[in-house]
């Protein structure tokens, strides 16, 4: 049984790594490039993200008017899903990894369409934008080191477990990690746009509730960068000189789904 | 050009300037480093009863309930800590990087300063003196400044304010805290004391549209000549409801 769930944690991260880690050469955008973009956007974006990129297409008002995460609001320039520090904008590489894999549950993944029509996509998406959050931000150092050096073990996983209680991470997704923290209510969590966020947002026991993407570098960078617009802080500072704490907590919450993720 | 967020705004007609005098020096004394404004806010209506919330989490530590007191007026001179003074409209050089820094610290389940102000340039420096998590979420409208995890024994967080703006300060794990910070572009503004006094420094000579704040008080405007050199006194009262 150790065995098998090892096997398949390892198949997960790997195939997170090989899934996720998206290399792709972006053109320079030109006037024909935008519109290229905003022809793909009409046809495919505009449902949820609307005419204008306020997030408020027909299918985000009817499917997620009452809950989080709405579809994005283009116009903020600011992204849950990305590499940068928390406050700030994106790489120009987050918007085309959203789109490449698509939100789990909220959003499909366009990793079929060709490259170079996502890039053309980043490019109108990015006329969207408030002018302060055009620019191309540069992604946390945490990422540029690219792979982890720590093992995943039973004991890594046990330490995980005890940084998760350290840093109190069950104050919001609980003593179980299933977001049952006891005056759920009380808390009373919303979003930036006042939306209530559920205990099943919080579910680490479910990898479809990882939006940021289930694969341990994907939870590592929801560590780092925390998800803008949400509660999730960012626990970049908590974690400086101590990153291999940060790997342990991410095997103990790969554990949690027993390596059964998307 | 930081603007007061909308709210109760106060007509210019009701503002009692109670006093406004120059005081003339000589060019040799206080040399070329402008004019200043130095004043007091009053208010001398009756003040609500403090607001009682209900503590979420942490009993032991936050206790059951906190008192929140945004109205707080020295009783011997009537003067209303934490408005904010900006006089607007005066050209000053962009700062990307200034040598100023200012704290936010969470201790005893509370931000401190509830009401802060900071320029744009200057690092503001997030600490946690409490012993358990916080975390400090400041936002601008729909925008994020900063969500940060700060752990217990944490190190401090310093950020660099890259934008003028009124911004809410919260922390989602408990939800009575609540503070604001306003950053602005300028030099030109200030934040009474627990007299009510202020001190603006380094003004220009000229006509000047300035802005009070009072986070239940409200907004209200005036304008305030500045002199070549000297000292302006100004007071204001906040109008009684």
């Given at each position: 049984m150790l065995l098998r769930f090892h096997f398949l944690t390892v198949i997960l991260v790997i195939g997170g790594l090989l899934v996720s880690n998206v290399h792709a050469i972006q053109t320079e955008p030109t006037p024909e490039i935008i519109a290229r973009g905003k022809i793909l956007y009409d046809r495919?974006?505009?449902?949820?993200?609307?005419v204008q990129g306020k997030g408020d297409g027909p299918a985000a008002f009817f499917g997620a008017s009452y809950w989080a995460p709405r579809a994005s609001d283009f116009t903020v320039g600011q992204y849950k899903f990305r590499s940068t520090a928390s406050g700030k904008s994106h790489t120009d590489e987050d918007l085309f990894r959203i789109i490449t894999?698509?939100?789990?549950?909220y959003m499909p993944p366009f990793v079929g369409w060709p490259e170079e029509d996502r890039w053309h996509v980043v490019s109108y998406v990015k006329t969207l934008h408030s002018t302060n959050s055009r620019h191309n931000e540069k992604p946390l150092e945490t990422f540029q080191i690219g792979t982890q050096n720590v093992p995943l073990t039973v004991e890594s996983i046990e330490q995980g477990r005890q940084v998760y209680f350290k840093f109190e991470?069950?104050?919001?997704?609980?003593h179980n990690a299933r977001g049952d923290v006891p005056d759920f209510e009380a808390q009373d969590l919303k979003d930036n746009l006042g939306m209530p966020i559920r205990p099943t947002d919080l579910d680490?026991?479910?990898?479809?509730?990882?939006k940021n993407g289930a694969a341990a570098h994907d939870i590592f960078g929801t560590l780092m960068t925390g998800l803008i617009g949400t509660p999730m802080p960012s626990y970049a500072d908590a974690f400086a000189q101590h990153e291999d704490d940060a790997w342990h907590l991410v095997h103990y919450i790969l554990s949690l789904s027993q390596g059964s993720g998307p | 050009m930081q603007k007061f967020p909308p709210m109760r705004l106060l007509s210019t007609a009701v503002i009692i300037v109670s006093s406004i005098m120059a005081f003339w020096v000589s060019p040799s004394f206080g040399d070329s480093v402008g004019s200043t404004i130095v004043g007091r806010v009053t208010f001398h209506g009756s003040i609500p009863p403090a607001q009682q919330l209900n503590v979420n989490k942490d009993h032991d530590i936050c206790g059951l309930t906190v008192t929140v007191q945004p109205l707080i007026v020295d009783e011997s001179t009537h003067g209303v800590r934490d408005v904010v003074i900006n006089v607007e409209g005066i050209e000053s050089p962009t700062v990307e990087r200034d040598s100023g820094v200012e704290d936010l610290t969470n201790k005893g389940c509370a931000f401190i300063p509830r009401i802060g102000v900071v320029r744009v340039g200057q690092i503001l420096n997030l600490r946690n003196e409490d012993p358990m998590l916080h975390n400090t979420h400041i936002r601008m409208g729909k925008r994020t400044f900063v969500n940060v995890a700060q752990v217990v024994d944490g190190r401090l967080i310093p950020r660099l304010v890259t934008e003028p703006g009124f911004m809410s300060v919260n922390c989602d794990k408990h939800r009575f805290m609540q503070g604001y910070l306003i950053a602005f572009d300028h030099p030109f503004f200030a934040i009474t004391d627990a007299t009510g006094q202020f001190r603006i420094e380094g003004l220009p000579p000229g006509r000047w549209k300035a802005s009070i704040w009072h986070e239940i008080l409200g907004t209200i405007q005036t304008e305030v000549t500045v002199p070549e050199r000297g000292e302006v006194s100004v007071n204001v009262e906040y109008p009684t409801p």
């Open positions: 495919s974006c505009i449902f949820c993200h609307g894999n698509g939100v789990p549950g991470c069950d104050a919001c997704h609980g680490l026991t479910n990898p479809y509730s990882f | -």
